[in-house]
């Protein structure tokens, strides 16, 4: 069935950057919107930034003017730019998935560690 495969995390240093894919496969028809969110510990998932069919582009307010998604086919990255401590956390891919006509699901990547040093 529809996976959603997470890479490009790792650790850098405040200011850094690093950028994130997310490769979408299986069942898929159409993707009807992609997007990431991040947990850090202790801390409830939260959005980051997402992506629509049309290229519309929506980003958490304290990403906005440091990251940029993107789509090319079934991929969808996040170039992160300017990183600071708080950006740490683990980032997973989302999207919004139609496996056919009459059904769409919803589906997470297993995550990928961002860690971004003082």
């Known amino acids: 069935q529809v996976q959603l495969v997470e890479s490009g995390g790792g650790l850098v240093q405040t200011g850094g950057s690093l950028r994130l894919s997310c490769a979408a496969s299986g069942g898929i028809w159409i993707i009807n919107s992609m997007g990431w969110y991040r947990q850090a510990p202790g801390m409830q998932r939260e959005l980051v930034a997402t992506?629509?069919?049309?290229?519309a582009k929506n980003y958490a307010d304290f990403v906005k003017g440091r990251f940029t998604i993107s789509r090319d086919r079934n991929t969808v990255y996040l170039q992160m730019s300017d990183l600071k401590p708080e950006d740490t956390a683990v980032y997973y891919c989302?999207?919004?998935?139609?496996?056919?006509?009459?059904?769409?699901?919803?589906?997470w990547g297993q995550g990928t560690q961002v860690t971004v040093s003082s």
């Open positions: 989302n999207a919004d998935i139609s496996i056919n006509l009459w059904s769409h699901n919803n589906y």
């Open positions: 992506i629509t069919a049309s290229s």
